[in-house]
T-cell receptor, first 113, second 111 residues
Framework: EPEVTQTPSHQVTQMGQEVILRCVPISNHLYFYWYRQILGQKVEFLVSFYNNEISEKSEIFDDQFSVERPDGSNFTLKIRSTKLEDSAMYFC???????????FGDGTRLSIL | RKEVEQDPGPFNVPEGATVAFNCTYSNSASQSFFWYRQDCRKEPKLLMSVYSSGNEDGRFTAQLNRASQYISLLIRDSKLSDSATYLCVVPLSGGYNKLIFGAGTRLAVHP
């Protein structure tokens, strides 16, 4: 069964540094998403991406965040200057179309020191 | 009302028990709903989709009451492997775009 893959599984970074989280969505999917989950809290929406542009973003997704689909297969989330409160699990998800559900990658654990 | 609200539990049940989880949602325009399960420090995995009044898949039954804006998940004949957090998830605005997650209901099945 096709799946969403994410790398790295764990990223440790100093505060203020840039990080790039990578995702390879399921190949025939059209809609791409990033979510995050702070330890012990619920999963929160960050951004959705369709047709090579952001379709919606949350208040969390401020100017420090950006997304790209540089080559038609990868989907990346960049955090320009990380803060301690960016420490969380980051999940990428994708879906095909219509009412189909989103499928999640196994996440990147981001730890900011 | 919170966008998606669930009883956090935990529900501690013996193997073989039947257990039911409830979820209420605030957006009356939502058309489809999902139950995901999440194991500790893992990704959410789709358990069931609910598009009309309900859905059944083996030991799992989901029911939807649009008038009350209420969704339930019933698990029959609980197994040890059912121990997880069950997430009620509602796409916003019916456009199947961003997902709004409940905080989850924790289930622990013991021998």
């Amino acid at each position: 069964e096709p799946e969403v893959t994410q790398t790295p599984s764990h990223q440790v970074t100093q505060m203020g540094q840039e990080v790039i989280l990578r995702c390879v969505p399921i190949s025939n999917h059209l809609y791409f998403y990033w979510y995050r989950q702070i330890l012990g809290q619920k999963v929160e929406f960050l951004v959705s991406f369709y047709n090579n542009e952001i379709s919606e973003k949350s208040e969390i997704f401020d100017d420090q965040f950006s997304v790209e689909r540089p080559d038609g297969s990868n989907f990346t989330l960049k955090i320009r200057s990380t803060k301690l409160e960016d420490s969380a699990m980051y999940f990428c998800a994708s879906r095909s179309q219509g009412s189909q559900p989103q499928h999640f990658g196994d996440g990147t654990r981001l730890s900011i020191l | 009302r919170k966008e998606v609200e669930q009883d956090p539990g935990p529900f501690n049940v013996p193997e073989g028990a039947t257990v039911a989880f409830n979820c209420t949602y605030s957006n009356s325009a939502s058309q489809s709903f999902f139950w995901y399960r999440q194991d500790c420090r893992k990704e959410p995995k789709l358990l069931m989709s609910v598009y009309s009044s309900g859905n059944e898949d083996g030991r799992f039954t989901a029911q939807l009451n649009r008038a009350s804006q209420y969704i339930s998940l019933l698990i029959r004949d609980s197994k040890l492997s059912d121990s997880a957090t069950y997430l009620c998830v509602v796409p916003l605005s019916g456009g199947y775009n961003k997902l709004i997650f409940g905080a989850g209901t924790r289930l622990a099945v013991h021998p």
